[in-house]
T-cell receptor, first 113, second 113 residues
Framework: DTAVSQTPKYLVTQMGNDKSIKCEQN?????MYWYKQDSKKFLKIMFS???????INETVPNRFSPKSPDKAHLNLHINSLELGDSAVYFC????????????FGSGTQLSVL | QQQVKQSPQSLIVQKGGISIINCAYENTAFDYFPWYQQFPGKGPALLIA?????SEKKEGRFTISFNKSAKQFSLHIMDSQPGDSATYFCAASKTGSARQLTFGSGTQLTVLP
C-alpha cells in the first residue's frame, strides 16, 4: 500500500486553465504539506495543514489554494495556470507538527504549455 | 536567503568508491539535520539524520559527519553502489518542526558500474 499517494502523476495543460492535484495519506498522520520542486530540483514548502487547518502559507500566489476535507487528504487547486507554474509538486505528511520526519508522495509533474 | 548550501551539484563516483556531499547552514537555531534520498520519479525519502549532540552518525554504508563550530555537515557513502545513484538533499530545522525544514539544493550522484 502506498503511504502517500498523489494523482495525477503527470498533468499537461494550457496556460490559463484551472487544475487540481489530489493527495491522500494512509499513515494516520495529522499534518500534511505541499512542496514545489523546480527544474533545478530545489524543494520549497508551499503549504502545511494540521488537522485540516492551515498552519503555513509561504509566499505563494493566491492562484494556489489548498483544501483539506479531512486530515488524510490535502488537495491543491491552481487557477489561471502560468508557464512558471511548471514544476513537480510533492505532497508530504508527518506525524504531527512536532514530528521531523516527512513522508513524501511520488510527485505530480505539471507542465503548462 | 539560502539557509542551507549544498555542494557539489553533481557527483560521479566509481563503484566501490566513497561519495561525499557537503552542506553548510547559517541559522544557529537549527538542531536537526536530515538527509533525504530521491530516486527518479519518486519523492524524497529520509535516509539518515543527526542532531548536534554527536559529531558522527553511521547507518550501514551511510555516515553523517557534523561540525557544529563550522556549521557544516556531510554525508559519506562508503562502498558506493550503482543502486545509490539518486539525488541527495541535506536539510535543517529546529527540533520538532518538520514544517520549517529547509532543504539544500540537491546533489545528483551517479555511481558507475
Amino acid at each position: 500500500d502506498t503511504a502517500v499517494s498523489q494523482t495525477p502523476k503527470y498533468l499537461v495543460t494550457q496556460m490559463g486553465n484551472d487544475k487540481s492535484i489530489k493527495c491522500e495519506q494512509n499513515l494516520g498522520h495529522d499534518t500534511m504539506y505541499w512542496y514545489k520542486q523546480d527544474s533545478k530540483k530545489f524543494l520549497k514548502i508551499m503549504f502545511s495543514y494540521n488537522n485540516k487547518e492551515l498552519i503555513i502559507n509561504e509566499t505563494v500566489p493566491n492562484r494556489f489554494s489548498p483544501k483539506s476535507p479531512d486530515k488524510a487528504h490535502l488537495n491543491l487547486h491552481i487557477n489561471s495556470l502560468e508557464l512558471g507554474d511548471s514544476a513537480v509538486y510533492f505532497c508530504a505528511s508527518s506525524q504531527g507538527q512536532a514530528s521531523e520526519k516527512l513522508f513524501f508522495g511520488s510527485g505530480t509533474q505539471l507542465s503548462v504549455l | 536567503q539560502q539557509q542551507v548550501k549544498q555542494s557539489p551539484q553533481s557527483l560521479i563516483v566509481q563503484k566501490g568508491g566513497i561519495s561525499i556531499i557537503n552542506c553548510a547552514y547559517e541559522n544557529t537555531a537549527f538542531d536537526y539535520f536530515p538527509w533525504y534520498q530521491q530516486f527518479p520519479g519518486k519523492g524524497p525519502a529520509l535516509l539518515i539524520a543527526i542532531r548536534p549532540d554527536v559529531s558522527e552518525k553511521k547507518e550501514g554504508r551511510f555516515t553523517i559527519s557534523f561540525n557544529k563550530s563550522a556549521k557544516q555537515f556531510s554525508l559519506h557513502i562508503m562502498d558506493s553502489q550503482p543502486g545509490d545513484s539518486a539525488t541527495y538533499f541535506c536539510a535543517a530545522s529546529k527540533t520538532g518542526s518538520a514544517r520549517q525544514l529547509t532543504f539544500g539544493s540537491g546533489t545528483q550522484l551517479t555511481v558507475l558500474p
